[in-house]
């Protein structure tokens, strides 16, 4: 029994050393994330609701979302899809939360939800954070249909 287990750490132990290799040896390019261009968020009568928003549509931007930022500016925020609830945990400021429907209209703001809390809505199927107290500057409201730039 001994030596099976001295047998797995030895196999484990390679193959840790073939995968750090294998990053070292591969080329920049194929290390770096593509950066995805943000995007302008509008109402439907056209006024601006975000200039630089940026879209989280997979797993890993998703799950990282805003942690390890130590502020938003005010024409920034982040678009998570598909999302129906958001959390502010170990984030360091709070934020403004509006949930979107698969039409795009608002469903639910969520304003100032500060650090430790979650917030969700029924039917949202993706949510902006933007800076708290952007929503009541940019006046929206429940019911006002967002449409996303093209990236």
């Known amino acids: 029994m001994f030596d099976t287990e001295k047998r797995r750490q030895r196999n484990a132990l390679r193959f840790l050393e073939l995968v750090v290799v294998d990053a070292l040896d591969a080329p920049s390019a194929r290390l770096r994330k593509?950066?995805?261009r943000p995007r302008a968020v509008t109402r439907q009568d056209g006024a601006v609701v975000?200039?630089?928003?940026?879209?989280a549509d997979s797993p890993?931007?998703?799950?990282?979302?805003?942690?390890g930022r130590r502020d938003l500016s005010s024409g920034e925020g982040l678009l998570l899809r598909p999302?129906?609830?958001i959390h502010t945990f170990f984030m360091r400021f709070?934020?403004?939360?509006?949930?979107?429907?698969?039409e795009g209209r608002i469903v639910r703001v969520a304003?100032?939800?500060?650090?430790?809390?979650?917030?969700?809505?029924?039917g949202a199927r993706s949510v902006l954070e933007l800076r708290a107290g952007e929503c009541?500057?940019?006046r929206l409201q429940t019911g006002d249909v967002l449409?996303?730039?093209?990236?």
């Open 34 to 36: 593509p950066r995805r």
């Open 50 to 55: 975000c200039e630089r928003c940026t879209v």
């Open 60 to 67: 890993l931007p998703r799950m990282r979302g805003l942690l």
């Open 83 to 85: 999302a129906g609830s």
């Open 94 to 102: 709070p934020i403004d939360a509006v949930f979107i429907d698969r």
């Open 111 to 122: 304003r100032s939800i500060r650090p430790w809390r979650a917030a969700a809505a029924r």
């Open 136 to 138: 009541d500057r940019r």
């Open 147 to 151: 449409e996303i730039g093209a990236s």
